[in-house]
């Protein structure tokens, strides 16, 4: 009876990842299943529960790494991901010390800060954007080309 356990863990891991469909149960759900095979085969359940453990985190060291590279490979970036690496126009003097600071890019207005030693960027300076915190764009004063 025991055994049925583990295939009843098999099918909610199952049901699981597919209502998810984030990789996240799959491997759990192929070590439930060969506990579930130990099982049939008379194995106890020590024996049970240390191939659960062990089958699951071989199936997740070795597939995971490959299942990512496959299945993540149309993932889109969200909007605020895809700005990054994008230029911006300041609309407003930049100023991280006081908190103050909008650029414009794509016709949408951002606050934004900056890292760079003084912490200000003047208006109408073109910037790149090198990241987002919160809902703040982290940006630089684009260098010009000589």
């Known amino acids: ?3 049925m356990y583990w295939l009843v863990l098999f099918v909610i891991l199952l049901i699981i990842e597919i209502l998810t469909m984030g990789l996240t149960t799959i491997w759990f759900a192929g070590g439930a299943l060969i506990a579930f095979v130990a ?3 008379g194995f106890g359940t020590v024996v049970q529960m240390i191939v659960f453990v062990v089958v699951s985190v071989i199936l997740l060291i070795v597939t995971r790494p ?3 590279k496959y299945f993540n490979k ?3 970036k969200t909007n605020a991901e895809s700005l990054i690496g994008q230029q911006a126009l300041v609309l407003e003097d930049i100023d991280t010390l006081q908190s103050k600071g909008r650029v414009e890019i794509n016709g949408q207005e951002w606050s934004a800060k ?3 030693p003084d912490g200000r960027i003047e208006k109408n300076t073109v910037v790149v954007i090198d990241g987002i915190q919160g809902v703040k764009l982290i940006v630089r ?3 010009e080309k000589a």
């Open 39 to 41: 099982g049939v085969l």
């Open 66 to 68: 490959i299942a990512v």
């Open 114 to 116: 900056t890292d760079e």
């Open 141 to 143: 004063a684009k260098e």
């Open 1 to 3: 009876m025991q055994t």
């Open 74 to 76: 149309e993932r889109q």
